[in-house]
């Protein structure tokens, strides 16, 4: 049985405006990305200005977190299902 009903044709695309329609992530999850690259960035920046070292080193260690979250997702949103560890 077909997964719709009453024919033999797909319904239209269910997914929201805004989604890609071809292979990759859709917009919303890309500028997701995008701004925790960028967040990462900035604090990375941050760090490396602070003066005080244990402030320096919860910025750095933030900022890799963040850089090391969106590279996961990435790769997981690319078909490499296996996060890093």
Request: hydrophobic share 25%; net charge negative; aromatic share 2%.
């Amino acid at each position: 049985m077909l997964p719709w009903k009453g024919g033999t044709r797909a319904p239209q695309d269910p997914r929201p405006q805004g989604r890609s329609l071809v292979m990759g992530e859709p917009d919303e999850t890309r500028e997701r990305l995008d701004a925790m690259r960028e967040k990462a960035r900035e604090l990375s920046d941050s760090a490396e200005h602070e003066s005080d070292p244990k402030e320096r080193e919860r910025l750095a260690q933030k900022a890799r977190r963040l850089e090391s979250l969106s590279e996961q997702e990435s790769d997981m949103r690319s078909g490499d299902i296996y996060p890093i560890e």
